[in-house]
């Protein structure tokens, strides 16, 4: 019976000793396997500086300014400018709306200029078209009797033309010794540039005119109409200028 005082004192004091031996060793082994980072953290301040000098170079810039780019665009945005400060438009969207209207009808004048130039380039060659066509092809004989109808015996070529059959000849042989007799009566001045309408808007006298416009209408319907005109129609063509010619020479 003594002896169990004595054996619960041994037991006390052999779990105070191993619990005092196990707290000893897990801490032994948390010091062992855990790696503490001793270094002093970055400030805030640090980071942030850090960071800006890392994202400042021109491969992280994203945002680019649009400007004008070749000649063309500086010149619309320079007429844009221009046409606002002349009729004091502040707006730059209507600013360039009126430079479009001014710009389309400034193209459609162009384009009206060029049509004029390319028709009147056309009936001064007296059948020349735009792919050097002429109404016939004796166009170094056209050309000579052009430059040289002072010169010219309209008779002799008229004989021969009608000779052969080639009235449309003949008849473009009469229109010029028409223009040769008006021009020595100085009713007309002679230029081989000159077209019909200008030969027409020199003469002064209405009776004239309207002679020279019919002889000018049977000019241009046989001559550029480059059609086969059988004897008689030519007859009656070349009655009507020979009696004109012959009024002229009066």
């Not at 619960?8 to 000893?24: C, H, K, N, P």
């Amino acid at each position: 019976m003594k002896l169990k005082p004595l054996f619960l004192f041994l037991l006390i004091v052999y779990g105070a000793i191993y619990s005092g031996f196990s707290q000893e060793t897990q801490q032994k082994v948390s010091r062992d396997t855990l790696q503490i980072d001793e270094a002093a953290p970055l400030s805030r301040r640090h980071y942030s500086e850090d960071f800006k000098e890392a994202y400042n170079s021109d491969a992280y810039q994203y945002e680019t300014t649009s400007k004008p780019n070749g000649w063309f665009a500086r010149f619309k945005a320079w007429l844009i400018d221009l046409v606002g400060r002349l009729f004091a438009i502040e707006n730059q969207v209507e600013a360039g709306r009126l430079t479009t209207i001014i710009s389309r009808v400034f193209y459609f004048l162009v384009v009206l200029a060029v049509i004029y130039f390319i028709v009147k380039a056309v009936l001064n060659k007296e059948g020349r078209w735009v792919f050097g066509k002429r109404s016939d092809k004796k166009t170094i004989q056209f050309e000579d009797v052009e430059s040289n109808i002072y010169k010219t015996d309209f008779n002799t070529l008229i004989a021969e033309a009608t000779a052969t059959k080639n009235y449309r000849l003949a008849i473009r042989y009469y229109y010029l010794w028409l223009l040769k007799e008006l021009s020595e009566k100085e009713f007309i001045e002679y230029d081989v540039e000159k077209t019909n309408s200008d030969y027409f808007n020199e003469l002064q006298n209405e009776e004239l005119k309207s002679k020279f416009s019919y002889a000018s209408y049977l000019y241009n319907y046989i001559w550029y109409g480059e059609f086969s005109i059988q004897a008689e129609q030519y007859n009656t063509a070349s009655n009507r200028f020979e009696n004109f010619i012959k009024n002229i020479k009066k």
